[in-house]
């Protein structure tokens, strides 16, 4: 608790800084707050994946991860045949994880989470998610295996 306090500290600290040189930049982390609303959007759509519950996880889905992948309908097909079956395989999440305040490759500041998902044989399976506020909602930004980009 004390670490989270001291993060966001430095992180309105280091807000204030970038604004007073004129960057917005600052705005946009000073709105992610603390990872914990963050995580919830992780684990709903975790949660929904595991549901076979692709319209909710879409819901969940940054608009701009949709266009990357070639739309709605194809972002669809990727959670049907390859996402939610992989998260069935693994329903359980392992205790521990990291967090991390960072940005994705368009500069969208928000929390980077890898957490450990189990297979019923044991199996681990490292996932990353980046969750970021985009037009005033947090969304999944990005998921792939931890330490793949």
Same mark, same amino acid.
């Given at each position: 608790? /004390?670490?989270? +306090?001291?993060? /966001?500290?430095?992180?309105? =600290?280091?807000?204030?800084? *970038?604004?007073?040189? +004129?960057?917005?930049?600052?705005?946009?982390? #000073?709105?992610? $707050?603390?990872?914990?609303?963050? @995580?919830?959007?992780?684990?709903?759509?975790?949660?929904?994946?595991?549901? $076979?519950?692709?319209?909710? *996880?879409?819901?969940?889905?940054?608009?701009? *991860?949709?266009?990357?992948?070639?739309?709605?309908?194809?972002? &669809?097909?990727? #959670?049907?045949?390859?996402?939610?079956?992989?998260?069935?395989?693994?329903?359980?999440?392992?205790?521990? $994880?990291? @967090?991390?305040? +960072?940005?994705?490759?368009?500069?969208? #500041?928000?929390?980077?989470?890898?957490?450990?998902?189990?297979?019923?044989?044991?199996? @681990?399976?490292?996932? @990353?998610?980046?969750? =970021?506020?985009?037009?005033?909602?947090?969304?999944?930004? &990005?998921?792939?295996?931890?330490?793949?980009?």
């Amino acid at each position: 608790m /004390i670490l989270r +306090g001291f993060l /966001i500290a430095s992180l309105l =600290f280091l807000a204030c800084q *970038m604004k007073s040189f +004129g960057d917005d930049r600052a705005l946009a982390i #000073y709105d992610q $707050g603390d990872s914990g609303k963050h @995580e919830k959007v992780l684990l709903a759509f975790v949660a929904s994946a595991q549901a $076979g519950d692709a319209s909710a *996880m879409l819901a969940l889905s940054s608009k701009n *991860m949709i266009a990357r992948t070639g739309g709605a309908a194809k972002q &669809r097909e990727i #959670y049907i045949n390859k996402t939610i079956p992989v998260l069935k395989a693994f329903p359980n999440i392992a205790k521990s $994880g990291t @967090e991390r305040f +960072g940005s994705d490759d368009a500069g969208h #500041y928000g929390w980077i989470f890898t957490r450990v998902f189990l297979g019923a044989n044991g199996q @681990e399976l490292p996932l @990353e998610f980046t969750i =970021f506020r985009e037009d005033g909602v947090l969304v999944v930004s &990005r998921f792939a295996k931890a330490g793949k980009r």
